[in-house]
T-cell receptor, first 114, second 116 residues
Framework: DSGVTQTPKHLITATGQRVTLRCSPRSGDLSVYWYQQSLDQGLQFLIQYYNGEERAKGNILERFSAQQFPDLHSELNLSSLELGDSALYFC?????????????FGAGSRLTVL | AQKVTQAQTEISVVEKEDVTLDCVYETRDTTYYLFWYKQPPSGELVFLIRRNSFDEQNEISGRYSWNFQKSTSSFNFTITASQVVDSAVYFCALSRPTGTASKLTFGTGTRLQVTL
């Protein structure tokens, strides 16, 4: 158990729908990151939050949004879902924001869009 | 822009063989960090090692060793006497030292299959 908790583990939904993925970081970690892993794109960085504030944005679609709450948990919202959004979504956390920080990953949320 | 290349898509070895996973990176930064992560069949990403760009000493941890060569921009990973439990996808990653944000740029991964 890495200490990073992601729910749900699996999610099956239809095109056009909206889903929310939840992440609780490891105790003491202030930074949360979201990554998408798909067969064609590999592991892609989506977005990072530090202590409630957005710190970095990667290849995140406009249909996707995220936030980090005061208790440091984070949610990734995916809307108007398309078949291509099917992927494994990872949340990771770290103590701070520097590049030296080791990211601890959760087990992932597998999204299937039918 | 940063880039990590893992040219070996898949490697198959027989148990007890040694295997080296290659990683080549590109960056314009003079300070940076390199990582290896393991993704076993269960799917989670497990941290293996972090190395900063100023530390070119090779590192050994049990059956695992890492060879960092700045001159060739490579950070290769060797498993000695491989075991079936080593079967996984291994990712090399690179991050920048910026203080306000950090994100890992991953390679495409190398799938290692160890058979009896």
């Amino acid at each position: 158990d890495s200490g990073v908790t992601q729910t749900p583990k699996h999610l099956i939904t239809a095109t056009g729908q909206r889903v929310t993925l939840r992440c609780s970081p490891r105790s003491g970690d202030l930074s949360v990151y979201w990554y998408q892993q798909s067969l064609d794109q590999g592991l892609q960085f989506l977005i990072q939050y530090y202590n409630g504030e957005e710190r970095a944005k990667g290849n995140i679609l406009e249909r996707f949004s995220a936030q980090q709450f005061p208790d440091l948990h984070s949610e990734l919202n995916l809307s108007s879902l398309e078949l291509g959004d099917s992927a494994l979504y990872f949340c990771a956390s770290s103590e701070a924001t520097a590049g030296a920080n080791v990211l601890t990953f959760g087990a992932g949320s597998r999204l299937t869009v039918l | 822009a940063q880039k990590v290349t893992q040219a070996q898509t898949e490697i198959s070895v027989v148990e007890k063989e040694d295997v080296t996973l290659d990683c080549v990176y590109e960056t314009r930064d003079t300070t940076y960090y390199l990582f290896w992560y393991k993704q076993p069949p269960s799917g989670e990403l497990v941290f293996l090692i972090r190395r900063n760009s100023f530390d070119e000493q090779n590192e050994i941890s049990g059956r695992y060793s890492w060879n960092f060569q700045k001159s060739t921009s490579s950070f290769n990973f060797t498993i000695t006497a491989s075991q079936v439990v080593d079967s996984a996808v291994y990712f090399c990653a690179l991050s920048r030292p910026t203080g306000t944000a950090s994100k890992l740029t991953f390679g495409t991964g190398t799938r290692l299959q160890v058979t009896l």
